[in-house]
């Protein structure tokens, strides 16, 4: 079994098991916190997953670590935001999601832990710590996103097909991680991009922008500029791109 507990010293952690413990509910830590512990990056944000309210949770949080903590709640989304010593956490319960074809806002409902790590976009974002008293510091890794950090590889979860359509954003943030980390993206995967491109359309310009300015930023951006062109959605974000024919974007 890998083993994480060495990386789950900071007392929030045994704060929040704490509080979990009280409320009788389960909680884990999930996504980009524990996929850069495994690429021993630096991460100050940390996301909890509760089996119940994550919202009741850092409120329980708040009350354990006192000085009149300030809890930010977002009624709307399920979720609460609280800051402690560097690290901001932000809490949400485990949700299960279903899409409608015209938004990328899902519809939500309680689920599991297993709903939860079924919705992440990638397999390195799906992974979780556990913050049980018998299981504390466990690592649970459904998708083999462990293997895909080895490997330097972007999957999907779940099909990827049905990954992007529902959610076209993550053909932005999958093109994103690989600039960032240097990894590639499976090629079924790039392949689903190329066929749900024109979902992108659905997207936002501002969130479209975020992610652009990601790969921008990047130590390598040539290598996000590469797979935005071969997968088409290049010339849908800047139709003036095509007067390029995106000449230094081909090739290796």
């Known amino acids: 079994k890998f083993d994480l507990k060495k990386h789950i010293q900071h007392?929030?952690?045994?704060?929040?098991?704490?509080?979990?413990?009280?409320?009788q509910v389960d909680a884990y830590v999930i996504g980009g916190f524990v996929r850069d512990i495994v690429l021993n990056r630096p991460c100050k944000d940390i996301d909890v997953v509760a089996i119940g309210s994550g919202i009741e949770l850092a409120q329980r949080v708040a009350k354990i670590i006192g000085n009149n903590?300030?809890?930010n709640v977002f009624k709307n989304f399920g979720t609460a935001m609280l800051k402690y010593q560097?690290?901001?956490?932000?809490?949400?319960?485990?949700?299960?999601?279903?899409?409608?074809?015209?938004?990328?806002?899902?519809?939500?409902?309680?689920?599991?832990?297993?709903d939860d790590q079924n919705r992440r976009d990638f397999t390195i974002n799906a992974l979780a710590i556990?913050?049980?008293?018998?299981?504390?510091?466990e690592i649970l890794d459904p998708f083999g996103g462990l293997n895909d950090i080895e490997n330097k590889t972007i999957k999907t979860?779940?099909?990827p097909d049905i990954t992007y359509?529902?959610?076209?954003?993550?053909?932005?943030?999958?093109?994103?991680?690989?600039?960032?980390?240097?990894?590639?993206?499976?090629?079924?995967?790039?392949?689903?991009?190329?066929?749900?491109?024109?979902?992108?359309?659905?997207?936002?310009k501002e969130r479209i922008t975020d992610e652009l300015n990601k790969i921008?930023?990047?130590?390598?951006?040539?290598?996000?500029?590469?797979?935005?062109?071969?997968t088409g959605l290049l010339e849908i974000i800047f139709p003036e791109m095509n007067l390029l024919h995106g000449v230094e974007f081909i090739g290796n």
Do not use: C, W
């Open 130 to 137: 556990s913050l049980k008293k018998d299981t504390y510091g």
């Open 11 to 23: 007392p929030i952690f045994n704060i929040i098991a704490e509080a979990a413990s009280q409320q």
């Open 69 to 71: 903590t300030k809890v």
């Open 86 to 114: 560097d690290y901001d956490i932000e809490f949400v319960g485990a949700r299960k999601e279903s899409y409608d074809r015209g938004s990328r806002k899902p519809i939500v409902e309680d689920g599991t832990l297993e």
């Open 216 to 230: 921008i930023l990047s130590p390598t951006p040539s290598i996000g500029f590469k797979h935005l062109f071969n």
């Open 157 to 159: 979860p779940l099909n």
């Open 165 to 204: 359509s529902d959610d076209p954003l993550r053909m932005m943030r999958a093109i994103r991680f690989a600039t960032q980390l240097g990894f590639d993206i499976e090629s079924n995967s790039l392949q689903a991009i190329r066929t749900n491109r024109q979902r992108i359309r659905i997207v936002s």
